[in-house]
């Protein structure tokens, strides 16, 4: 299984991996799938907990993970060769549940591979847990498209998109 991303995917800012936080590496591969990788064993070594066959129809090139607070799973957003690019939950491992990948919507893009991607979350002072995101794609071209969401925390990581 060559990988072709990386990223660490955390429940929590305030607990980075540094420092042991929990989190897990999600992995893009060549032939589509996003592997989920999770410490354990001897020597804490990173060892594959979950894999999504089929997350997308070609390489992975690029994800971006953004953490949420509070709770047991991250977002992560996903992009590849076949122009995809899909918003998913990360559940965390826990001591009574195991790691999972939930896709929760695929984003308008068009034509053309995804080849970057960059993930915010924005908290609202007001109420810490109400989180809008933000995903930004580029092409090869150039052309970067954002999408802004409201209610990241209900499960909805996209909207409207936008050319730039």
């Known amino acids: 299984m060559p990988l072709t991303a990386l990223v660490f995917a955390e429940a929590r800012a305030d607990a980075p991996a540094a420092s042991g936080g929990t989190g897990v590496l999600v992995a893009g591969c060549c032939e589509g799938s996003l592997a989920l990788l999770a410490r354990g064993g001897a020597g804490h070594a990173w060892r594959a907990a979950v ?27 996903s992009g590849g060769a076949d122009g995809a690019v899909h918003a998913w939950r990360v559940r965390l491992p826990g001591p009574a549940r195991p790691a999972a990948l939930e896709r929760l919507a695929s984003l ?12 915010a979350c924005k908290v609202a002072p007001a109420s810490p847990a109400a989180c809008g995101v933000v995903v930004w794609a580029s092409r090869a071209d150039g052309r970067v498209v954002e999408w802004a969401g409201a209610g990241a925390g209900a499960g909805a990581g996209a909207g409207a998109g936008a050319g730039a």
């Open 108 to 119: 308008p893009w068009g034509a053309g591979a995804v080849v970057g991607l960059g993930i």
């Open 51 to 77: 894999r999504h066959r089929g997350a997308h129809a070609g390489t992975v090139h690029a994800l971006a993970s953004a953490p949420r607070e509070g709770g047991a799973a991250a977002l992560l957003v």
